[in-house]
Each structure stands twice: as structure tokens, then as C-alpha cells.
């Protein structure tokens, strides 16, 4: 193998390290919860994910870990949307890295910070959660919920084509999805379908280089209990396989087949703010990132003024 090839294959395993920020390792439980029209919020987050980095036994790269701290603000609409319930949500993070690990016996580390890639999500509630004013959704009984979204990342992350390690991707990528919510008295089970799609990089390490990603199945399964309105427990399993990248000819990666757990609880603060505190952790991880994860937000909730006297 030539050293670039030998360059382009360990590219190919590092590149998993911005995957916490922007992919099938998602938790969201309650994504098809119902909701009135005109309602908007604002969220800070905070994460911590850390742990082992995965890569293909034929690669030279070993005992690699990573630190990843990331902020995240977020805004969110629900409006009518041909008469289902529509929620537009965009997201900006920003990103600290540690990297340390082994490149053929020899030991490095590097740390990164900068923005992430940016996150856009339109979602409808096809069926159980028509478009409905505040006070027709207080007096609406609950029923079954079959949702749908399409998840957009846009490249606005940080990235250097002569860097090994990357906080963006430099490309687009697409996550169709489909989910369902079942209420039973005071539970919620959820269940979501979706699939990531990639655009290629065609600036990737070593310069020049051309990425690109197989699509990567992602599939969420969720049941929360509610103690009391707005506050709520989640447990949460997720499980995403496929994936496999390549440079240029080269050959490609090992896919993944990994699985996660987590636990979600959300308590609300006041009438117009709550805060959720989330922890997840790898159960398998064939490749990739084998991170326990802790995350806190801060929601501010209001309605718009058309809908906030009624």
C-alpha cells in the first residue's frame, strides 16, 4: 500500500470523530409529540461525549479517544401546513474536541474548536395531530401520531482539507425518516425509521482527495412516562448500521452495526421554560465512536401573539 492510500484509509477512520455531532447517534424521544400551531421556542444545550474511537482492525490506528464538549443553539416554529401540524427547527452548533491516539506506534494528539455543521428539520404530524389553535389542542383527546421529517446538515462546520481531524464534513447530507407515537394513559412509545444520505467531499485528507459515504439506516425506539404535565422520564434505544465510506478507489471501511442506550428526563420550570437532562452510551460499536454522552438544555416556550390571548 502507498502512503497515501496508507494516508487516505486512516482519513476515512478519523473522519467518524465528528459522527456525535451530526448523525444516527441521535436520541429524541417525544419528536411526534402534539403540539398547537404558533407555538416557538429557544434551546441551549450542553453535551460531553466521551470515550473510544473504533476503527477497522486493518488500519494502523489504535487506542484512539476523543472529548467532545458542544453547545448548541436551537429555534423552533409550528405552524399549518396543509393542515397538519408542521414544525421547522434549525440548529447551530459549536464544538471542542480532544483527540489523542496511536498512528502506526506513534503517539499524537490534537484538539479542535470551531462551529459544527449547522442542522435544519421540517416535520409533519400526518395523522392524530391536525393543525389546531392553543385552546382546540387543550380540549383535543390524545390519539396515535404518524409523523414524517426530513433532516438537512448543512457544511457550515470548520474544516481544513490539509487536517486529519475535522469538526465539519464538508458536504450535505439528508436524513428522511418516519416515525410513530402511541399513548397509553400515562406512557408514550415511539418508534422512528430513517435513513442517512451523503453528499460527497471532494476536498478530503490527503488534498484532493474524493469521499464519499454509503447510506447509513438509523432506527430510535423510545417509552416515557409522564408524572405530571411536562414532566416526563424517557428510556431510549437506538441502533444504526451501514455507512461504509472510501476515498477516491480505495477500498472500503467497515460498516457499522452499533447500538446505544439512554435515559431522558425533562422537568419544567415555571409555565414557559423547562430543562432536560439526557445521558447515552454505546452498547455495541462495531466501528466508530464508542461514547457516553451527558447533555443538559435549557427550553424557553411561547406562543406567537396571533395565538397567545385565544
Known amino acids: 500500500m502507498t502512503r497515501r492510500a496508507r494516508e487516505a484509509a486512516i482519513a476515512v477512520g478519523c473522519h467518524v470523530l465528528v459522527a456525535p455531532l451530526a448523525s444516527a447517534q441521535d436520541m429524541e ?12 421556542f429557544l434551546v441551549t444545550s450542553y453535551s460531553w461525549s466521551t470515550g473510544n474511537v473504533v476503527f477497522d482492525p486493518t488500519l494502523p490506528v489504535t487506542d484512539v479517544r476523543a472529548d467532545v464538549q458542544g453547545l448548541v443553539v436551537a429555534v423552533g416554529h409550528s ?9 421547522a427547527t434549525a440548529a447551530l452548533p459549536y464544538a471542542l474536541a480532544d483527540v489523542s491516539g496511536k498512528v502506526f506506534e506513534q503517539q499524537s494528539e490534537t484538539t479542535r474548536s470551531g462551529l459544527a455543521d449547522a442542522r435544519f428539520k421540517l ?25 414524517a421529517s426530513l433532516t438537512l446538515t448543512a457544511p457550515a462546520g470548520q474544516y481544513y482539507e490539509t487536517k486529519l481531524i475535522n469538526l465539519g464534513t464538508n458536504r450535505w447530507s439528508f436524513k428522511p425518516e418516519v416515525g410513530i407515537s402511541v399513548p397509553k394513559g400515562r406512557w408514550y412509545l415511539d418508534a422512528y425509521v430513517g435513513a442517512w444520505f451523503y453528499t460527497s467531499n471532494s476536498n478530503f485528507y490527503p488534498t484532493g482527495a474524493f469521499r464519499s459515504q454509503d447510506p447509513l439506516l438509523a432506527i430510535q425506539g423510545h417509552a416515557s412516562y409522564t ?30 452495526n452499533n447500538s446505544r442506550l439512554g435515559l431522558t428526563v425533562s422537568l419544567p420550570v415555571g409555565n414557559r421554560y423547562s430543562a432536560k437532562v439526557a445521558y447515552g452510551s454505546g452498547v455495541v460499536a462495531r466501528t466508530g465512536t464508542d461514547f457516553r454522552t451527558i447533555a443538559v438544555a435549557w427550553q424557553v416556550l411561547w406562543l406567537s401573539p396571533r395565538w397567545s390571548g385565544r
Not at 79 to 87: A, Q, S
Open 123 to 147: 416535520s409533519v404530524n400526518l395523522r392524530g395531530n391536525p393543525a389546531m389553535s392553543p385552546r382546540e389542542f387543550a380540549a383535543a383527546p390524545r390519539h396515535t401520531i404518524v409523523g
Open 227 to 256: 408524572v405530571r404535565p411536562r414532566l416526563w422520564v424517557a428510556a431510549t434505544g437506538t441502533w444504526y448500521r451501514g455507512g461504509s465510506a472510501r476515498v477516491d478507489a480505495g477500498e472500503p471501511s467497515t460498516s457499522m
Open 29 to 40: 424521544p417525544r419528536a411526534y409529540s402534539p403540539s398547537p400551531v404558533g407555538a416557538n
Open 79 to 87: 405552524f399549518n401546513l396543509l393542515g397538519k401540524l408542521g414544525l
